[in-house]
């Protein structure tokens, strides 16, 4: 139970056995990473969202978080994460902090995770809520096409919205054997989920994941 802006928010049993029912439903669409799956089931998603979607919490579905930007859906997570292919101790720099859900999965998952948001709304609300779960992601309020230049080269590298492109950028960041997720295509469409491994010769290869659809990535910060 924790208590947030005059409010208290608690894990009920009621929950925990919706959030059972979405690790089964996430499970039979594919998910086999077993420290995704406990991620998934561990996290309380109800936390992340407004009071009038508390009920939907644990459907599979996105639902908006305010500013224009949503909560992915539980299985794109799940999906995103097991492809990052992440081992404890990794340096993870994600693209889009949103509500920090995503982080917090990539935190239980043994990451050290480094997050960017752009809007700054979202960002102040992500800084102040989740040590308030137990999570200290180290949070940073910028540009995401622009990464963290100075703190890297990270592990892998997760980026949450529709890129048009792959951000070059990004790559230089990606280290020696290191791995990039990344939705790719027009914003007012469908993305197609691709991962770019990148060799110890620093040779990148890039593959498809089939399609999604992700708020656009924006540039600049507001």
């Not at 208290?8 to 439903?25: N, T």
């Not at 892998?156 to 919205?161: E, N, Q, S, Y």
């Not at 890129?163 to 990344?182: E, K």
């Amino acid at each position: 139970m924790i208590r947030y802006k005059g409010l208290i928010i608690e894990d009920s049993y009621r929950a925990q056995g919706l959030r059972s029912k979405l690790v089964q439903e996430i499970t039979r669409k594919g998910i086999s990473d077993r420290r995704v799956l406990e991620a998934i089931g561990k996290i309380p998603r109800h936390y992340f969202l407004d009071s009038s979607f508390m009920e939907f919490a644990y459907s599979d579905k996105p639902f908006p978080i305010g500013e224009g930007q949503t909560i992915s859906q539980p299985y794109t997570v799940a999906f995103q994460s097991q492809l990052l292919q992440v081992e404890p101790g990794h340096k993870v720099l994600e693209i889009g902090t949103g509500s920090g859900y995503q982080a917090i999965v990539l935190l239980e998952m043994g990451a050290k995770v480094y997050s960017i948001e752009r809007v700054k709304a979202l960002y102040d609300k992500a800084k102040e809520f989740l040590p308030l779960l137990g999570y200290k992601p180290k949070l940073y309020y910028g540009d995401g096409y622009k990464g963290l230049p100075r703190l890297a080269p990270f592990d892998r590298i997760i980026v949450t919205a529709a890129a048009p492109d792959i951000p070059q950028g990004l790559l230089s960041q990606l280290s020696d054997n290191g791995i990039m997720v990344i939705p790719v295509g027009d914003s007012n469409g469908v993305q197609v989920m691709k991962t770019i491994h990148k060799d110890s010769n620093g040779v990148f290869t890039e593959k498809e994941h089939g399609q999604f659809r992700f708020v656009p990535m924006l540039e600049d910060k507001k």
